[in-house]
């Protein structure tokens, strides 16, 4: 086991190398408080999904995936990204799942523990899904 490599289909972009430390540590907060703003202007009975299935199957809610844009698919900013982002996202519908760059089945979820301390959720066992990666 290697616990500071590369996720099964990151490539070389280890998340504890020194680009992914500063995105993970500066994403942990900004994803909390984010979070933590729609829940307070959300309905207590939305729920928040990282299955791409459940959320289909639901009457709605918040659907979390995490966005990869790096290399030649970067923009020109960060705000392009998110826009790189998003096309790809729905250029997988209506199944993204097939789209999933990260086979990592054993994950320490760091959107479900946003999740849970938001509010969006109360299952521990959020800490232990893996969330949908598009990669541009």
């Given at each position: 086991m290697f616990l500071t490599k590369a996720r099964t289909g990151e490539g070389n972009r280890s998340w504890s190398a020194g680009a992914g430390c500063g995105a993970l540590a500066t994403g942990l907060v900004e994803v909390t408080w984010l979070l933590e703003q729609i829940r307070t202007k959300t309905p207590k009975s939305a729920a928040a999904f990282l299955n791409w299935k459940a959320f289909e199957a639901s009457d709605g809610g918040l659907f979390l995936w995490e966005a990869f844009v790096s290399g030649k698919a970067k923009g020109s900013g960060h705000a392009?990204?998110?826009?790189?982002?998003?096309?790809?996202?729905?250029?997988?519908?209506?199944?993204?799942?097939?789209?999933?760059?990260?086979?990592?089945?054993?994950?320490?979820?760091?959107?479900?523990?946003?999740?849970?301390?938001?509010?969006?959720?109360?299952?521990?066992?959020?800490?232990?899904?893996?969330?949908?990666?598009?990669?541009a």
């Open positions: 392009h990204d998110a826009e790189i982002a998003v096309q790809t996202f729905q250029a997988a519908l209506p199944n993204p799942e097939l789209a999933n760059a990260i086979s990592e089945q054993s994950v320490l979820s760091l959107i479900g523990a946003s999740m849970l301390r938001a509010g969006w959720s109360t299952n521990a066992q959020q800490l232990s899904e893996p969330c949908l990666v598009i990669k």
